[in-house]
């Protein structure tokens, strides 16, 4: 659909009987997203039915983020829309963190602001988790590429679930190939994308360590993992619907980190080093620690010759050592599932 008829539709959905609204609170985090927003959220009034909330979380955007969201209020008359305007940028995930608290839903859906959903894919999704055992924590959509400030769909994969590896790195199953129905086999998956992942409410509040669900020192890059890393551990599931379809617009690749800035890099590697901080044990050590430090040693050698802004994540880890070992023992002390059950995700 172009953008054109994409807004003839929102226009009439604007002044049609407000419909049934799913119990879901969907949390939107900005940051300089007003170009790719608009039609983002011209996707979620689409949505049918609607969300009861729609929660955006601004991090501070000199652009016309909010201005955006505000514009879109008259066309989403049953959802309850609610701005968080933060003075500085606090990074997705403490924004996310913020949005999570001010949720009032069963369900919380985070939503990039670069995602663009087909009308059915929340409800399927919500469909899903609903029916599925309460250890079932979070259910994720298949993601297919986008392209463009319209987000024009592709048939290329984004993700269909995070993927944990060896070495200590994890990666989007499926990323980069055409999508010919290969991953459409409903199922467990080790984690969801946190571009687009439906939680039980009640599981990111039990699921919370030093009163946060995201841990907010990541800042952003990695901060998904690092939760499904810790959902798993402590006795819940993660579930893939390949049936719900959505697009993302993914700027942030392996292929591409020469073009991203200093900072993204940075936190990449620092946050690299806190997942493993956190959830990484001594069973996981003796089976994986050889392929995981081998890893290591590319990844401080590229700090050290081609990426020397990336250095500034080593003092940063050993100034906060302290705290992410108290973080550590809360996470290892909680958990319920045994660590041969955890290694076997590790592919």
């Known amino acids: 659909m172009d953008q054109s008829a994409r807004w003839r539709q929102v226009s009439a959905l604007a002044v049609s009987t407000p419909r049934s609204a799913l119990p879901v609170s969907v949390v939107v985090v900005t940051w300089q997203s007003e170009r790719v927003l608009r039609a983002a959220l011209a996707a979620l009034v689409l949505a049918e039915p609607p969300p009861r909330e729609l929660i955006v979380v601004d991090n501070a955007s000199t652009d016309d983020s909010v201005a955006v969201v505000e514009a879109f209020r008259p066309k989403l008359p049953s959802v309850d829309v609610q701005v968080i305007r933060n003075p500085d940028n606090r990074g997705f995930a403490a924004a996310a963190n913020q949005g999570i ?19 059915e894919t929340l409800a399927m999704l919500v469909g899903a988790l609903a029916q599925a055992v309460d250890d079932v924590a979070v259910a994720g959509p298949k993601l297919l590429r ?7 769909p592709t048939e290329v994969i984004d993700t269909t679930g995070i993927v944990m590896r060896r070495d200590g790195r994890h990666l989007d199953r499926g990323a980069g190939e055409l999508d010919h129905g290969q991953y459409d086999r409903q199922g467990e998956i080790f984690g969801v994308s946190g571009a687009a992942a439906l939680f039980r409410a009640s599981v990111l509040a039990a699921a919370r360590v030093h009163g946060e669900v995201f841990d907010e020192d990541f800042f952003a890059f990695r901060e998904d993992a690092d939760l499904a890393w810790r959902l798993r551990g402590f006795g819940y599931r993660a579930l893939f619907v390949p049936a719900a379809v ?48 081998l890893r290591d040693v590319i990844v401080v050698g590229a700090c050290l010759t081609v990426e020397r802004s990336s250095l500034a994540a080593f003092p940063w880890l050993a100034r906060n050592l302290a705290r992410h070992l108290r973080r550590r023992r809360e996470i290892l002390g909680r958990r319920v599932v045994p660590p041969t059950e955890l290694r076997s995700w590790f592919r």
């Open 146 to 152: 986008a392209t463009g400030d319209d987000l024009t």
């Open 246 to 293: 959505a697009y993302h617009r993914r700027t942030v690749t392996p292929e591409r980190r020469r073009a991203l800035s200093a900072a993204v890099n940075m936190h990449s590697v620092k946050n690299r080093f806190l997942l493993r901080l956190h959830h990484a044990d001594g069973g996981w050590l003796l089976r994986f620690g050889l392929p995981s430090l």
């Open 101 to 119: 608290a001010r949720s009032g839903q069963p369900f919380v859906f985070l939503h990039n602001p670069d995602l663009c959903l087909r009308p």
